[in-house]
Nanobody, 117 residues
Framework: QVQLQESGPGLVKPSQTLFLTCTVSGVSITTSFYHWSWIRQFPGKGLEWMGNIAYSGNTYYNPSLSGRTNISRDASKNQFTLQLSSVTPEDTAIYYC?????????WGQGTQGTVTI
């Protein structure tokens, strides 16, 4: 059974970096042809795709985030991570890690990321 679990500090201050980890079980993150994504949901609003890392290690980012996003992985731990730099209160959201095959088929439960002074 495929499972994804987000972890990381829930509170960060403006201008700091939000760092989240997704631990995957039930499938290797290097298995063809899956992509591993970070998606966030703002309060009362829709979902925003932030980026993903492919089974090959290639990364793809949402250009609207102006280069603030970095996604990496540790295949030995079957984990992938999100770094979002220079955060502002507008980055407060629920952050999800998600597997993408033909669709976004497996989601983590989500973790609250709050930017507060």
């Amino acid at each position: 059974q495929v499972q994804l679990q987000e972890s990381g500090p829930g509170l960060v201050k403006p201008s700091q970096t939000l760092f989240l980890t997704c631990t995957v079980s039930g499938v290797s993150i290097t298995t063809s042809f899956y992509h591993w994504s970070w998606i966030r949901q703002f309060p009362g609003k829709g979902l925003e795709w932030m980026g993903n890392i492919a089974y090959s290690g290639n990364t793809y980012y949402n250009p609207s985030l102006s280069g603030r996003t970095n996604i990496s992985r540790d295949a030995s731990k079957n984990q992938f991570t999100l770094q979002l730099s220079s955060v502002t209160p507008e980055d407060t959201a629920i952050y999800y890690c998600v597997r993408r095959d033909w669709a976004y088929d497996y989601w983590g439960q989500g973790t609250q990321g709050t930017v507060t002074i």
